[in-house]
């Protein structure tokens, strides 16, 4: 079946590290993947896509890379600040099919 | 703008009852759909619409029913609430269905109404 896997576990790390979230899934090939950013209590908030012919995406201080024969994107937020703390969903669609979320990890940035 | 509204923000039911969510978008997309998000689920998809008049089932649309007269507004119905409904859910749209050329596929959120089915 398919699946898409995101750490369950919160992340927790300093501020001005770099912190790296997973995305891994089976049994897809997906023609692009999204990672969204949600605060608690509110809706999720669109950050980067990444296509299946693109290795690397940066915006910002983030960057997203995507290997599509690890079947794996990392999502990386340099120089991490407290304000980064939330929770990041990455989704996934295949050509014509639906967007699927992961489950989100959540992320602990501390002063 | 005021972007995705949903309304109400919380609402406890009675199993049994039915009732319809609200959702209204001001920013003329096409494509607008309904999702529930449970711990450790994900956000599902129930149902979305590709424009006025569509309508097409998601993964899991059981118990829901949705309808789309005009382009803003999109309302999810449960006609008959059972506690497997108690839920978080999200309205959103976006321009487009899927990402393509230029366009992301970014998909706007409402803020979301927590319902609760006892």
């Known amino acids: 079946s398919q699946k898409i896997e995101q750490n369950s576990e919160a992340l927790n790390i300093q501020e001005g590290k770099t912190a790296t979230l997973t995305c891994n899934y089976t049994n897809y090939s997906p023609a692009y993947l999204q990672w969204y950013r949600q605060d608690p209590g509110r809706g999720p908030v669109f950050l980067l896509l990444i296509r299946e012919n693109e290795k690397e995406k940066r915006k910002e201080r983030l960057k997203v890379t995507f290997d599509t024969t690890l079947k794996q994107s990392l999502f990386h937020i340099t120089a991490s600040q407290p304000a980064d703390s939330a929770t990041y969903l990455c989704a996934l669609v295949k050509a014509g099919n639906m967007l699927t979320f992961g489950g989100g990890t959540r992320l602990m940035v501390k002063p | 703008n005021a972007g995705v509204t949903q309304t109400p923000k919380f609402q406890v039911l009675k199993t049994g009852q039915s009732m319809t969510l609200q959702c209204a978008q001001d920013?003329?997309?096409?494509?607008m759909s309904w999702y529930r998000q449970d711990p450790g689920m994900g956000l599902r998809l129930i149902h979305y619409?590709?424009?006025?008049?569509?309508?097409d089932q998601g993964e899991v649309p059981n118990g829901y029913n949705v309808s789309r007269s005009t382009t803003e507004d999109f309302p999810l119905r449960l006609l008959s609430a059972a506690p497997s409904q108690t839920s978080v859910y999200f309205c959103?749209?976006?321009?487009?269905?899927?990402?393509?050329?230029?366009?992301?596929?970014?998909?706007?959120f409402g803020e979301g109404s927590r319902l609760t089915v006892l």
């Open positions: 920013m003329n997309h096409e494509y």
């Open positions: 959103a749209s976006s321009t487009t269905q899927f990402a393509a050329g230029e366009n992301t596929g970014e998909l706007f």
């Open positions: 619409s590709v424009g006025a008049g569509i309508t």
